[in-house]
C-alpha cells in the first residue's frame, strides 16, 4: 500500500513537470490588401516576449497574391463593336509589375508577372448602364497570382530578430504597370490589387508560473509525508 502510494505520488509529479516543461505555441496573424502601388507597407506582429519563457524556434508563413482586373463599355448610343480585339483599345501592350515581402531585407515571398492576354469583342451599342458588363461591357482578369512560403528559423541569430517586447515589421512592396486607352465613347478601367499575409508561430518552453510550482511540490510533500506515515 505504501509503496504503491509513493509510487502514485512519483508519477503524479513527474507528470506535471512533464506538462509545464512541454513546448508551447503562440501564433501571431496579420495581412494586408490594397490597391498598387504598394510602398514599403509594413506588416508587424508582436515579437517574442522573453519573459514567457525560451524560443526555441519560430515558423513563418508568408504569402502575397496579385489580382488585376480590366473592363471596357461601349458607350456609343449607335454603334457596336464587333469582330474587334482589345488590342486595339490597348494603350500599351502589356501589364506588369511585382509585389513581395521582406524581413530585414530577406525577401521571403515574391510574385512578378508580365502579361500580354487580348480578348475578342463583341459589343452591342450602349445598354445604358457602364458597369463592364450586360451586353455592351466586357471585363477579365488578367492576372491573378499567389507565391507562399514557410520560413524555420532555429539559429539564435535567426532567433535574435524576433525576440523582445516590440513588434517585427514585414515590409510589403511592390507596383504594377497598365494601361487601357480607346476611342471616345469608350469606358475603361484597370485595377490591381495586392495582397499580402503573413503568419509568425513562436515554438517555446514557457517559464513554470510560480503558483503552479509552490502547489506541486506541496503536493508531492503532502503525498510523500501520508505515505511516510502509513508505514
Ligand atoms: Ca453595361
Known sequence: MKRTMIAVAGVAVLMLIAEVANAE?????????????????????????TALGTLNSVSVTASVNTLGKLGLEN????????????????????TNGQLGMTLNSQTLTNVSWNVLNDYPLNLTAYDGITDYT???????????????????????ADLAQFMGTGNVDFIVDGSAYGALSGPSNT?????????????????????????????????????????????
Open 75 to 94: 458607350t456609343n448610343p449607335t454603334s457596336a463593336i464587333t469582330n474587334r480585339y482589345l488590342s486595339t483599345y490597348w494603350g500599351t501592350n502589356t
Open 134 to 156: 450586360g451586353t455592351s461591357g466586357f471585363s477579365a482578369t488578367y492576372v491573378n497570382t499567389t507565391d507562399s512560403q514557410v520560413i524555420n528559423y532555429s539559429l539564435a
Open 25 to 49: 505555441l503562440l501564433t501571431y496573424l496579420n495581412n494586408l490588401s490594397s490597391t498598387f502601388n504598394i510602398n514599403n507597407k509594413s506588416l508587424s506582429v508582436p515579437q517574442f516576449d
Open 187 to 231: 469606358s475603361t478601367f484597370m485595377s490591381t490589387t495586392g495582397t499580402a499575409n503573413v503568419s509568425v508561430t513562436y515554438d517555446f518552453n514557457p517559464v513554470p508560473e510560480p503558483g503552479t510550482l509552490v502547489l506541486l511540490v506541496m503536493g508531492a510533500m503532502g503525498m510523500l509525508a501520508y505515505a511516510w506515515r502509513r508505514r
